[in-house]
């Protein structure tokens, strides 16, 4: 079902950064009730307000699906891509997620969380130190639970999905202090 999978190594982050691009033959429908695809994120998300996490809903998930894993990032940071939130292990019964999630390394129902670029476990808000940036919120359907702990770094997260990819989602925001 996975028509590719490459990563992407880059230095110019303060941690490891890894991208991954995927080519897969399906893809789901990722939306916030917060806030559309290519609009602002609302300042409660950011690093200016509450700086909880946005309510996500996603569709179109294939059969086969074991579990869900969610990557947000910025490529326009100054210093390369930064992580603002690993999220894995999501359990196949979740069509979405709820807004604020703790900022716990293992969660209620089983999902684990990683470590953003700021070192925290857990979401980081929209936090530009100038300008406009995007936001990229990617959702990726997996064939298995990853074999990974929780406050996994991007690098391990992507390695341990590696091959497991059925389909991606994406939501981008944009954001500017």
């Known amino acids: 079902m996975i028509a590719g999978l490459a990563l992407l190594f880059a230095c110019a ?6 991208a991954v691009q995927t080519e897969v033959n399906m893809t789901m429908t990722l939306t916030s009730s917060a806030f559309a ?5 609302p300042a409660k998300y950011s690093c200016v307000g509450m700086e909880v ?9 294939p059969v086969g699906t074991k579990s869900f894993a969610l990557i ?29 999630t703790p900022r716990d390394a293992e969660l209620v129902n089983g999902a684990m969380q990683g470590k953003n670029s700021g070192g925290g476990i857990g979401y980081g808000g929209p936090c530009p130190p100038s300008g406009t940036h995007r936001y990229f919120i990617k959702l990726y359907a997996l064939d298995t639970m990853l074999n990974i702990g ?16 059925l389909a991606q989602g994406e939501l981008m925001g944009t954001f500017s202090k």
């Open 13 to 18: 982050s303060p941690t490891a950064e890894v």
């Open 37 to 41: 695809n290519g609009q602002s994120v």
């Open 53 to 61: 996490s946005p309510p996500l809903e996603w569709s179109g998930v």
């Open 72 to 100: 947000m990032d910025d490529p326009d940071a100054p210093m390369g891509t930064w992580i603002h939130w690993l999220l894995y292990n999501i359990p196949i019964t979740a069509h979405g997620w709820p807004e604020n």
């Open 150 to 165: 929780s406050g996994a770094k991007n690098d391990q997260l992507i390695k341990a999905m590696q091959g497991h990819i």
